[in-house]
């Protein structure tokens, strides 16, 4: 027998003296099994669960917190694969080797660095049964004591978890959104930002909002035309603080369109809705998408992909598809839930279709689920129900009798009013005492919003309660006063033309209370400074519908539009114009307000006489410029030439936006403005330049070679004697070899613009 070595005995001698003195150290420093391959290698060739699960069974007791992390990560990865998540879900979650890793990641959570403690907090969300997993619950603790190291991109990862459990009012939502208002000014991430800005949304002040929208404008030009998501977020966004910003719809929208053939239909569904709820329309997105959906009508045979196409086409399909998408929502019908019925509905209100057999298989699940939708659920219901004269006495009969009991038991007020607002559309809309003690114990806390819904409940009962006349109309008419007194009480404690907007804005000026509509033209009055180029649409298109005539605010309308009309959005001018039409009242500077808004609007609207190539210019040139407050389009000169586009650049070749600088309009000929056309006069700012761009057919040159033909050699010349420096841009040139990309264009229209160069023919 061997002899063991000297050297090997001393260090099997010293091995256990240091187990006796140090057993910790023992245990964690212990002897792993040597593998052909490193732990996460042998984890990333597992393609079942099965597989990972018998991974974490035989490794358990050596898996470090790295590789706990990865193993989550890895069962998200081959769940992501499945064809039926839920099920799947269901599986991994109730696994004994799941619980293991659960166990792991509970005992190792501390060790995790943050990248790894939020994507642990996020895979284990997705597989979470209990409504109140401690684990989850001790990773957001974790994440919160370490969430001021956070960068944006882990921050916004980990706000989106707090919003999987709906905390969106929770404090450490609220701690991000100091978070990102205390480093927004050097944020430069706008997909992570678009992300956070979804988050926080509840949260936001008005000038917060506008801070987030101001970034967002300034990073857009940052992403990449491909990425669709962020331009969703954004979106989002606007639609949560219900704010239709035209900017910023129209560059998202521009997203949407170049990636149209990439969009599913969840995303379709996703930006009808936005754009619905914002009213923002975009003719050619929803041409794209009715094609695109239509395609789909063959291939959802499920419920719930076909409910979701239902709801997107339904209201924008032509007859044939209406038909085939309600026949074949006729055989799906009996399989659909609660929810998928209620969405079905409120697409068939859009669609105005009031197919009797259709209806009355959707009812007949709408009542089966009835106990269990909410209160602004059931409001929804009664609406469209209302809306479609769908008539059932037994179903309105249980509807009535599951509002009556959520109103006594309601305390907040936006929910009574919704309750409120249910009842009164019913065939019967009497309210007894009970109800009404509930409505006078919330209007204290009451809005305008909430304080006009009551009072327009209170005027509909009294209109149809013949049977109760004598005994309740008193008891009515003391709720309408008191109802009076809070909203003269809320309007003159405003402080804040912001928060009065707010709530301005879903409310309409036609179902305002009588009583206090001259109260809330004095409020309006009293803010009168406060009204700038941010809120003139809104609060214009609110006194278009109180056919109230106030001349205070007209009159600071039509002044706001004068002088703020560069920073005005196209769009918002019809809002604009519309009360002095519809109240018959000119301001004092009524041609200069009318003439600088139809101007305004008319430049805008130039871009949609022009064909693909010259809208593709001028979606460059205002790039270039800085702003399509920069550049017009369609601008009759002096002696009736027309000019495709035009800008004008100051004595340090800095581009001037339009109405920032005195500019006299030329005097208007003796005819009808033309559409499309705006006419210019000469005068400058000392040492500026006007600069004409044209873009020559091919009709333009000659056909053997790119030579100019006299009539727009003639032309040149001509706006050269009236003052303009002349760009004339070649078809052949913008469509040749050398500007076949948008970098080498945009570099062309700056050489033209910027440079020496006098025409870039």
């Not at 005995?9 to 910790?24: G, H, Q």
């Not at 209406?322 to 609660?338: F, N």
């Not at 599951?402 to 109103?407: E, Q």
Request: charged share 25%.
């Amino acid at each position: 027998m061997k002899k063991t070595p000297v050297f090997l005995e001393s260090l099997v001698t010293n091995m256990l003296r240091l187990r006796a003195i140090c057993p910790f150290s023992w245990r964690v420093f212990q002897f792993r099994p040597i593998s052909c391959e490193p732990l996460i290698i042998q984890m990333n060739k597992c393609t079942d669960e099965e597989q990972m699960f018998g991974f974490i069974e035989r490794n358990k007791a050596i898996l470090s917190e790295k590789q706990v992390g990865c193993a989550f990560d890895m069962l998200w990865k081959l769940q992501k694969q499945k064809t039926s998540l839920l099920k799947n879900a269901e599986y991994v979650r109730d696994h004994p080797q799941f619980l293991t890793l659960h166990n792991l990641a509970t005992n190792k959570f501390k060790l995790m660095n943050d990248d790894t403690l939020v994507n642990v907090l996020y895979v284990t969300q997705q597989f979470a049964g209990e409504a109140h997993d401690p684990l989850v619950e001790a990773l957001v603790t974790e994440a919160w004591r370490r969430l001021e190291r956070f960068d944006i991109k882990l921050l916004s990862e980990f706000s989106s978890c707090l919003a999987d459990q709906h905390l969106y009012f929770s404090p450490l939502m609220g701690k991000i959104a100091d978070i990102v208002h205390r480093n927004l000014e050097t944020t430069q991430d706008l997909s992570s930002l678009s992300v956070l800005m979804v988050n926080i949304s509840s949260l936001i002040s008005r000038h917060f909002q506008q801070q987030l929208v101001n970034k967002t404008e300034l990073l857009f030009d940052t992403i990449d035309s491909s990425e669709v998501n962020v331009a969703k977020s954004i979106a989002k966004f606007l639609r949560n603080v219900r704010y239709r910003y035209q900017p910023l719809l129209e560059r998202c929208n521009n997203v949407f369109l170049s990636n149209v053939d990439h969009l599913d239909l969840d995303s379709i569904s996703k930006i009808l809705s936005v754009y619905k709820f914002l009213q923002f329309n975009s003719f050619e997105f929803i041409i794209m998408a009715k094609k695109k959906l239509t395609e789909m009508i063959p291939l959802c045979n499920h419920p719930a992909s076909f409910v979701k196409l239902f709801v997107a086409l339904g209201p924008i399909a032509g007859p044939e598809e209406k038909k085939q998408l309600k026949s074949t929502m006729l055989l799906m019908s009996e399989d659909l839930t609660g929810e998928q019925a209620l969405a079905v509905l409120g697409a068939m209100g859009d669609m105005e279709s009031r197919n009797s057999c259709l209806i009355k298989r959707v009812t007949s699940v709408l009542h089966k689920h009835l106990d269990g939708y909410k209160p602004l659920e059931l409001l929804k219901i009664t609406q469209e129900l209302t809306f479609l004269h769908f008539q059932r006495k037994e179903f309105f009969a249980k509807l009535r009798e599951l509002l009556l009991s959520y109103l006594k038991n309601s305390f907040i007020p936006t929910e009574v009013s919704v309750l409120v607002r249910a009842i009164s559309l019913l065939p019967s809309p009497h309210l007894d005492e009970v109800g009404i003690s509930r409505i006078e114990a919330v209007l204290p806390q009451c809005d305008l919003n909430n304080l006009s819904s009551f009072a327009t409940s209170v005027l509909r009962w009294i209109q149809h309660d013949h049977m109760y006349l004598d005994n309740m109309t008193a008891k009515q008419l003391k709720l309408l006063q008191k109802l009076d007194h809070y909203g003269r009480q809320r309007l003159q404690h405003s402080n804040s033309l912001d928060l009065l907007r707010k709530e301005l804005k879903s409310l309409k000026g036609n179902t305002f209370p009588e009583s206090l509509l001259e109260e809330m033209i004095a409020t309006l009055q009293h803010f009168m400074d406060d009204i700038n180029y941010i809120n003139v649409g809104e609060i214009a298109s609110f006194i278009s519908s109180t056919d109230y005539l106030s001349t205070l605010l007209l009159d600071r309308i039509a002044s706001v539009a004068v002088q703020q009309i560069e920073k005005i959005h196209p769009f918002t001018i019809p809002a604009i114009i519309r009360p002095f039409s519809v109240l018959n009242y000119d301001p004092p500077q009524r041609d200069e307000f009318l003439g600088t808004c139809v101007q305004h609007l008319n430049s805008y609207l130039g871009i949609g006489g022009m064909d693909g190539t010259q809208q593709q210019i001028f979606k460059m040139l205002a790039e270039v410029l800085g702003g399509i407050n920069c550049v017009k389009a369609s601008v009759l000169t002096p002696y009736y030439h027309k000019v495709d586009f035009e800008c004008i650049l100051d004595k340090r070749k800095k581009p001037l936006p339009y109405g920032s600088h005195n500019i006299a309009l030329g005097q208007l000929p003796e005819m009808p403005w033309e559409s499309n056309i705006e006419i210019v006069g000469s005068r400058l700012p000392p040492g500026a330049e006007r600069i004409a761009l044209e873009f020559l057919d091919s009709k333009a040159l000659c056909r053997n070679i790119p030579h100019m033909k006299g009539k727009s050699a003639m032309k040149k010349r001509h706006l050269e004697i009236l003052g303009y420096r002349v760009i004339q841009i070649s078809q052949f040139e913008w469509n040749s070899m050398a500007l076949s990309t948008k970098d080498a264009r945009m570099d062309y229209l700056r050489e033209c613009i910027f440079g020496e160069v006098k025409s870039c023919l």
